[in-house]
């Protein structure tokens, strides 16, 4: 795609950083390397609260050719917006978890007015064939208020997180109404082909639409392309953080550390999608099942924390720290501590230095839209010794990466049995896997999946071509 021929405008809740140490967060990783590539602006959350709230004055910091311009919340903004329904309501309700999905008016109503409130404040930066591209499920509606706003250019939508089965939807009071707004993107990306089919699936059978040919939908007069964009990640560039010093020291720590143990490493944020309780106990039923890994293997999960002011998290990490407890209770030696998690978190490099001295990943999620972390271990492998990626087949990335042992992670059995197979792999299969799994790796990466998406999005048209109907953007 010609580059810079038209500005990308991209909106996301947390904005930034854009350089490489980036802090935890896949959406961070894939957009800022999108933003350097091509320049233009980045807009989003400040990250802060302050008594005005969304209507207090902008910030904008420049980095080359990036300006990022971010707005605060106010306490009462970012307690029913973010906290509230974005991740008592939306998070759990479309990783399948409706057991821990909450729904209360109140939260429904301020996360549209900070919907509103985001795309007013948006709209005076835009120009007409600006390329916005609005990330996530904290702005279902921001596109359709970008409209009611009068913006006529291009706007394209990505959920970097699963989008659920209609069935599990529609229990959300609003699914009509985002759905519906959604409408109002010239381009809706997945990161599968299940979560798209489950959205046409829903158009079709609670809007009554109509799915079309080269992935168009239809619902009344408005027609959107709704498609599959598996997001990837700098490959090149992570293989180059593996062999950095940095990566070196920290390869070596823990091959030190293990010795002559081979290494397990599972890396997560620490969140109910993840399946870090049944990862677990896939750990413990190894040790049951296969004794002769006693004293032979260790796993370190590395678990930052995440929204650690939501009671399930709270509750998720007594929960680990209980059952790391009782696994190491019930297994360690006097030279040896099975399994050991870490909250704290490590720069990029160290952790591709991390994966390195793995022989095996574990990346075991309940649900997840894609999981970078797989991407970024088989990226991190010595090509001389490659490890061996365990995969969920509930992530996103067991698309691409057919390689890997594809376990069930709610069945303990299951992943004690590909962690034995992994553990006793011969060298020739593991290479051979391993092999297979890098060329998908870095065929589909980052920037790929921006390149492909923005086309797509370029060559939509807008909305410049027919009149704006209120009814289809609205969210009644
Ligand atoms: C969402 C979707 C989708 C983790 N610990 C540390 C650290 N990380 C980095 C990893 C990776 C990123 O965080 C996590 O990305 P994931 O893709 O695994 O998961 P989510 O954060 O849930 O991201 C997901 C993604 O969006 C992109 O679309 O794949 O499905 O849920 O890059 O390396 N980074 C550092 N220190 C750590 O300790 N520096």
Redesign the pocket.
């Known amino acids: 795609m010609a580059e810079g021929r038209h500005r990308l405008v991209a909106v996301s809740n947390r904005v930034g950083p854009l350089n490489d140490?980036?802090?935890?967060?896949?959406?961070a990783?894939?957009l800022s390397d999108a933003l350097k590539r091509r320049g233009g602006l980045w807009f989003g959350w400040s990250g802060s609260t302050s008594a005005e709230g969304t209507f207090k004055e902008a910030s904008t910091e420049v980095e080359n050719d990036v300006a990022m311009t971010t707005i605060d919340m106010n306490e009462e903004e970012l307690e029913g917006f973010y906290y509230g329904y974005a991740n008592r309501s939306l998070w759990p309700l479309l990783h399948y978890r409706l057991d821990l999905a909450e729904f209360d008016r109140q939260s429904d109503r301020i996360y549209r007015s900070v919907n509103q409130r985001f795309a007013a404040r948006l709209a005076p930066l835009l120009e007409e064939d600006d390329l916005v591209w609005v990330h996530?499920y904290h702005f279902f509606y921001l596109g359709s208020e970008l409209r009611q706003c009068g913006y006529k250019g291009r706007i394209g939508f990505f959920l970097?997180?699963?989008f659920c089965a209609p069935e599990i939807f529609t229990a959300l009071p609003a699914s009509h109404d985002i759905v519906r707004a959604m409408l109002a993107y010239d381009v809706i990306g997945f990161?599968t082909e299940t979560d798209r089919r489950n959205f046409v699936s829903f158009c079709v059978q609670e809007l009554d639409g109509e799915e079309l040919p080269d992935q168009r939908v239809r619902v009344g007069d408005r027609e959107v392309i709704a498609d599959a964009y598996p997001?990837g990640?700098d490959a090149p560039g992570y293989a180059r953080f593996a062999v950095s010093p940095e990566a070196g020291e920290h390869e070596e720590m823990v091959r030190d550390i293990a010795g002559d143990r081979l290494q397990i490493i599972g890396?997560?944020?620490m969140?109910y999608?993840?399946g870090l309780v049944e990862r677990f106990r896939g750990f413990e039923r190894l040790l049951e099942d296969y004794p002769e890994n006693r004293g032979k293997v260790q796993f370190l999960q590395?678990?930052?924390l995440?929204r650690s002011e939501l009671d399930a998290y709270v509750e998720l990490r007594r929960e680990l720290e209980e059952l790391a407890g009782h696994i190491n209770g019930r297994f360690a030696t006097l030279d040896w501590t099975p399994l050991q998690i870490m909250t704290?978190?490590?720069?990029?490099r160290?952790?591709a230095g991390i994966y390195r001295a793995a022989r095996v990943c574990l990346?075991t999620?309940l649900r997840?839209?894609?999981?970078?972390?797989?991407k970024?271990y088989v990226a991190a492998q010595d090509p001389d010794d490659p490890g061996v990626l365990i995969l969920s087949r509930f992530?996103?990335?067991r698309s691409e990466l057919k390689d890997a042992l594809v376990v069930n992670p709610y069945s303990t059995d299951d992943v004690a049995r590909a962690l034995q197979r992994a553990l006793t792999m011969p060298f020739e299969e593991r290479k051979r896997r391993w092999e297979t799994m890098r060329d998908a790796v870095f065929h589909g990466t980052a920037a790929n999946w921006c390149d492909t998406f923005l086309e797509r999005l370029e060559a939509s048209g807008g909305d410049t071509t027919k009149a704006p109907d209120p009814e289809d953007a609205d969210q009644g």
Do not use: C, W, Y
């Open positions: 140490e980036g802090k935890a967060g896949g959406l990783v894939g996530d970097h997180i699963p990161q997001i990640i890396v997560d944020r969140d999608s993840k590395v678990a930052p995440s704290r978190g490590f720069t990029r160290a952790l990346v999620p997840d839209g894609m999981n970078l972390v797989a970024e992530a996103g990335a």
